[in-house]
């Protein structure tokens, strides 16, 4: 039998507020355990929540970036349940009307371009930690998250590979990042991911029983997640089991899924309004205002990168990885006014050299400026391929500016046709069995007198004019 993956995320995207979402305690990242839980946070008797107006910016900024319904009055809910790191009981959550419902984002997947819709993304407050390593026999509680302000983002189930789930979640961690409403920092839990995840036959309509995969916190971990459950899934059925809706962990040691608990439905939580915060109502004046703030997002930007500097849709969709990324490049492609080279360094030679000293784009020793000029000394001759890449190191180490490093180092294109001709007088009387096989057909002996001539002038002469003065000496 032929089957089918069906996934939907839930991703909880911690919102980028100094203060947390019902009281003034700190959000910061780091502190000791339980030095930033207050009394409201903790919901100590006789505290009110006071809803942070920034953490409701953040959910408007999302929804008008995805071309969501911003529903003008919602409401908060409490979502009860008993969980050792939940001491109020119940979390306050969005159910009947969040914020935002609806929107759709665009991914690309093996070239092609693929929308998934959203559901709805709704404000809520995270819970605590439960710290298991560092007791022996126990479990230690941390308040310090309690009551961050997070936006969970629902998607629909409408992506249907591992593949597709990873490129939707990278588009999600972009944008939140891009609009400045989360750090997005997956290793601190700013950005978190649930994968539901269920199979059925090849063409039939109704979804099987979904699996829930709990808090994945990289993207390497939710395709091995995925896949993994898949294959579970599909082995099961086919040995004449059947799949219990559940909550499950992922454990990247031995690259397992494993079942925590029985998944509960909404009914099992007893949702109803929270008596102790009015209903929020958005104004249009707000709205519009953050409309203007928002900046260029990152489909507009991918489709005036293809249009506007030639590049394909992969390149556009990698070069708006982030907003510095698409900013290193647009700098780089004006300052060259070659920008489909520009484009190839920055995700080639800079992308690897950026890699392996693992450092972000905006700490890279290469300015977009000196890439820039880089490019045009390839474009106007100066450089070959092969002297860039030289001189790149030269700025990689900080040796200098582009031109200064060319001199320095004498790395300037040999491109004199008359001190070319006298290497190549050299190389064709020193190979004449290299000669006789080319004139005799074989091609293979043409690249290897080239070769010999790249030799002689040290890497330095132009490949292209090597090429041309070469075959006119061949075939005289």
Same mark, same amino acid.
């Given at each position: ?279 929020? &109502? *958005?104004?249009?004046?707000?709205? $519009?205002?953050?409309?203007? #703030?928002?900046? +260029? ?5 991918? @489709? !005036? ?80 391929? &092969? *002297?860039?890449?030289?001189?790149? $190191?030269?700025?990689?180490? #900080?040796?200098? +500016? ?5 001199? @320095? !180092? ?67």
């Amino acid at each position: 039998m032929k089957w089918e993956t069906v996934i939907g995320l839930e991703v909880h995207t911690q919102l980028a507020t100094q203060s947390k979402i019902f009281s003034g305690s700190s959000t910061a990242f780091g502190a000791a355990p339980n030095t930033q839980a207050s009394a409201v946070d903790i919901a100590l008797p006789g505290v009110l929540p006071v809803l942070n107006r920034g953490a409701v910016e953040c959910a408007i900024k999302f929804g008008l970036a995805v071309g969501a319904t911003l529903n003008r009055v919602n409401v908060f809910d409490r979502k009860n349940y008993f969980y050792p790191d939940l001491p109020k009981g119940y979390q306050i959550s969005q159910l009947a009307k969040p914020i935002v419902e609806g929107g759709a984002l665009t991914i690309v997947v093996d070239g092609e371009e693929k929308t998934v819709h959203l559901t709805r993304a709704h404000m809520e407050e995270d819970a605590g930690k439960s710290l298991h390593e560092d007791f022996h026999g126990m479990t230690g509680i941390d308040l310090n998250r309690a009551g961050t302000p997070l936006l969970e983002i629902v998607s629909e189930p409408e992506m249907r590979s591992s593949a597709e789930a990873v490129a939707y979640a990278r588009a999600l961690h972009t944008l939140v990042t891009w609009i400045g409403i989360c750090d997005g920092n997956m290793q601190e839990g700013s950005f978190r991911v649930d994968a539901n995840v269920s199979v059925r036959p090849l063409g039939q309509a109704e979804f099987g029983t979904r699996r829930e995969i709990k808090n994945l916190n990289s993207f390497k971990f939710l395709q091995q997640a995925i896949d993994y459950e898949v294959r579970w899934q599909i082995e099961t059925l086919e040995d004449g089991g059947r799949i219990e809706q559940a909550t499950v962990l992922f454990d990247p040691d031995t690259g397992e899924t494993r079942m925590m608990r029985s998944k509960e439905d909404a009914h099992d939580y007893r949702y109803f309004p929270d008596p102790d915060l009015l209903p929020v &109502k *958005l104004d249009e004046a707000w709205i $519009e205002t953050v409309r203007a #703030g928002l900046p +260029e997002l990152p489909t507009a930007m991918q @489709a !005036r990168f293809q249009r506007d500097y030639g590049v394909s849709v992969y390149d556009a969709a990698v070069l708006t990885g982030s907003r510095a990324l698409a900013a290193y490049f647009e700098a780089a492609a004006q300052k060259s006014g070659q920008p489909k080279l520009a484009a190839n360094w920055v995700m080639g030679e800079l992308s690897a050299a950026l890699n392996k000293a693992e450092l972000d784009i905006a700490r890279s020793p290469v300015s977009a400026a000196q890439l820039g000029t880089l490019i045009a000394r390839i474009q106007d001759g100066t450089l070959s391929g &092969k *002297l860039a890449k030289q001189v790149f $190191e030269g700025l990689w180490e #900080g040796a200098g +500016e582009v031109d200064a490093i060319i001199e @320095a !180092r004498g790395l300037k294109q040999m491109s004199d046709s008359g001190e070319l001709e006298k290497i190549i007088d050299d190389v064709l009387a020193a190979n004449p069995k290299s000669v006789e096989e080319f004139r005799s057909g074989k091609d293979k002996a043409f690249n290897a007198l080239v070769g010999q001539v790249m030799k002689a002038s040290k890497g330095k002469a132009n490949p292209a004019q090597v090429n041309d003065l070469l075959k006119a000496k061949l075939q005289n």
